[in-house]
């Protein structure tokens, strides 16, 4: 099983960057799948998920329309579209993806890391001007 995260990088603030997370070893379609973030020091945060359909998107309080979720189970892969990028927004960006997650979606449940079964690797986005 992996998960491979990337598309991370130095960007400046107002700017966008479009994370990719390729799965393998696994049924990518039974899937949810949700983004983390955590800044060194600091717990990990929610961000996004989107359910095993692609049918439901959950998005993180400080998102405020800036950041898409979006997947594509033919090609085994979830896209993170961040828009308007924030100085805040500095973090290592975790993917995650979790089976059982198939019969307990909800706004709730997709946002606890706890819940996960599998963790890609992480990629670094760094805002500054």
């Known amino acids: 099983v992996q998960l491979q995260a990337s598309g991370g990088g130095l960007v400046q603030p107002g700017g966008s960057l479009r994370l990719s997370c390729a799965a393998s070893?696994?049924?990518?379609?039974?899937?949810?799948i949700a983004w983390f973030r955590q800044i060194p020091g600091e717990e990990r945060e929610f961000v996004a998920a989107?359910?095993?359909?692609?049918?439901?998107?959950t998005y993180g309080n400080f998102v405020k329309g800036r950041f898409t979720i979006s997947r594509d189970n033919a090609l085994n892969t979830v896209w993170l579209q961040m828009n308007s990028l924030r100085l805040e927004d500095t973090a290592v960006y975790y993917c995650?993806?979790?089976?059982?997650?198939?019969?307990?979606?909800?706004?709730?449940?997709?946002?606890?890391?706890?819940?996960?079964?599998?963790w890609g690797q992480g990629t670094l986005v760094t805002v500054s001007s």
């Open positions: 070893g696994f049924t990518f379609s039974s899937y949810s």
């Open positions: 989107i359910s095993y359909t692609g049918g439901s998107t």
């Open positions: 995650a993806a979790d089976y059982e997650m198939k019969y307990r979606y909800s706004d709730y449940t997709c946002s606890r890391s706890i819940l996960y079964d599998f």
